[in-house]
């Protein structure tokens, strides 16, 4: 029996069309992000469904000639808080056979070959850089990763953790001030110049 092929209208493939050239070469920055905030790869890769689905959903109320990276960065963080409001309103559960043989499943998993982004960042940096990274107050961690790593604009981020541009300046200042101070001793040791400008 031969499966019959949905012949979508034209207005539709255009959608489609435009969606993938717009929309989904972000996919590993917004897996990165996602990842950042649930800090789970099976959480983040849900999130980032989620936020597909929902993007094109609502694709047509898109503003053609903006950012679609910060628009969809905005989705994923919506939705992210939406899903963090209602697991909090949930009790707690748990399946004791999932964690019963926690130890041998660990043990047994090995490492995916395809690297993220994050993960090739976290090559990059020495253990010390990245701690010192992922010690940050989750305000200034955030601000720091979609602007200096993320590359977004201050009114991009603004936009995105629903916030005044001065409140996201104020956080990059302050959290590049605490990555410096943690980061002193390391730059000593590997010789850069830790003494202030003058």
């Not at 993220?116 to 940096?125: E, P, Q, R």
């Not at 979609?146 to 990059?172: K, Q």
């Amino acid at each position: 029996m031969k499966e019959k092929k949905q012949i979508l209208a034209p207005e539709e493939q255009l959608k489609q069309k435009e969606f993938q050239k717009e929309a989904v070469v972000h996919i590993n920055s917004l897996y990165n992000y996602a990842l950042h905030l649930t800090m789970n790869p099976s959480d983040a890769q849900d999130l980032v469904q989620e936020t597909y689905l929902k993007a094109y959903k609502f694709f047509n109320s898109f503003e053609q000639g903006t950012n679609c990276k910060a628009w969809l960065f905005k989705i994923l963080k919506n939705n992210y808080i939406n899903k963090f409001r209602r697991k909090a309103r949930e009790p707690g559960k748990v399946d004791y056979n999932l964690i019963k043989d926690f130890y041998h499943t660990i043990k047994d998993v090995q490492r995916d070959t395809t690297e993220t982004d994050s993960d090739f960042f976290h090559s990059l940096l020495h253990e010390e850089v990245y701690q010192a990274l992922q010690s940050l107050p989750e305000e200034f961690r955030e601000v720091i990763q979609l602007c200096d790593i993320e590359g977004f604009t201050y009114e991009e981020i603004a936009n995105m953790v629903e916030s005044p541009i001065g409140t996201v300046r104020s956080r990059l200042y302050r959290g590049r001030k605490l990555l410096r101070a943690k980061l002193e001793d390391y730059a000593r040791k590997h010789g850069y110049n830790t003494e202030p400008y003058k």
